[in-house]
């Protein structure tokens, strides 16, 4: 356990609304990364960042908006969500202390938009 | 695109057996790499990393690298019903860059 957790753990939203999900750590690691899983595409880079206020897009960043204000706290939007975007959300962090890139992931979000 | 590719499967073993999950990575300059477990439902879990050519045994698991041909294994001795699940092969590339992860191969292991 990496002292990851995510809210919510499940949220069902209508096309059109904004969404948020939030990522929260509690052992001051730098990296932090979300991703989205769904069937036949594996796990797929969305955004990541590096440090408070410093991020940059994954493979999949359209329709996505990040903010880190916090070394603890990674915030998702989809700032008008679709149906394209119901998945499960996962974020993650690297922890870099041990000289490697291993990274862990929280226990996801499940994202039904309707 | 610096890709990691697995056999989707599945990939189906006898208790008892030896489980062998294949990953090939295209990017030569790769530094580390990561074997992760992910049950049905669940998040994806670290179980296995590997730095240099060669074997490196945790348990019942092996992780077998070999640069030159850009290939990492994951072996799985006496399997279990219990090590049925996906399993996620990640690489570090050159740069500064996240990892990239493999679509993951599911294996089953029958009683």
């Known amino acids: 356990d990496a002292g990851i957790t995510q809210s919510p753990r499940h949220k069902v939203t209508e096309t059109g609304t904004p969404v948020t999900l939030r990522c929260h750590q509690t052992?001051?690691?730098?990296?932090m990364y979300w991703y989205r899983q769904d069937p036949g595409h594996g796990l797929r880079l969305i955004h990541y960042?590096?440090?408070?206020?410093?991020?940059d897009k994954g493979e999949v960043s359209d329709g996505y908006s990040v903010s880190r204000s916090k070394t603890e706290d990674f915030l998702l939007t989809l700032e008008s969500a679709t149906s394209s975007q119901t998945s499960v959300y996962f974020c993650?962090?690297?922890?870099?202390?041990?000289?490697?890139?291993?990274?862990?992931f929280g226990p996801g979000t499940r994202l039904t938009v309707t | 695109q610096k890709e990691v590719e697995q056999n989707s499967g599945p990939l189906s073993v006898p208790e008892g057996a030896i489980a062998s999950l294949n990953c090939t990575y295209s990017?030569?300059?790769?530094?580390?790499f990561f074997w992760y477990r992910q049950y049905s439902g669940k998040s994806p879990e670290l179980i296995m990393f590997?730095?240099?050519?060669g074997d490196k045994e945790d348990g019942r698991f092996t992780a077998q690298l070999n640069k030159a041909s850009q290939y990492v294994s994951l072996l799985i001795r006496d399997s279990q019903p219990s090590d049925s699940a996906t399993y996620l092969c990640?690489?570090?590339?050159?740069?500064?860059?996240?990892?990239?992860f493999g679509k993951g191969t599911r294996l089953s292991v029958i009683a």
């Open positions: 993650a962090i690297s922890d870099t202390r041990q000289g490697g890139k291993a990274q862990y």
């Open positions: 052992e001051n690691h730098r990296y």
């Open positions: 960042s590096y440090g408070v206020k410093d991020t």
């Open positions: 990017d030569r300059g790769s530094q580390s």
């Open positions: 590997i730095y240099s050519n």
């Open positions: 990640a690489v570090e590339n050159s740069g500064n860059t996240p990892l990239v």
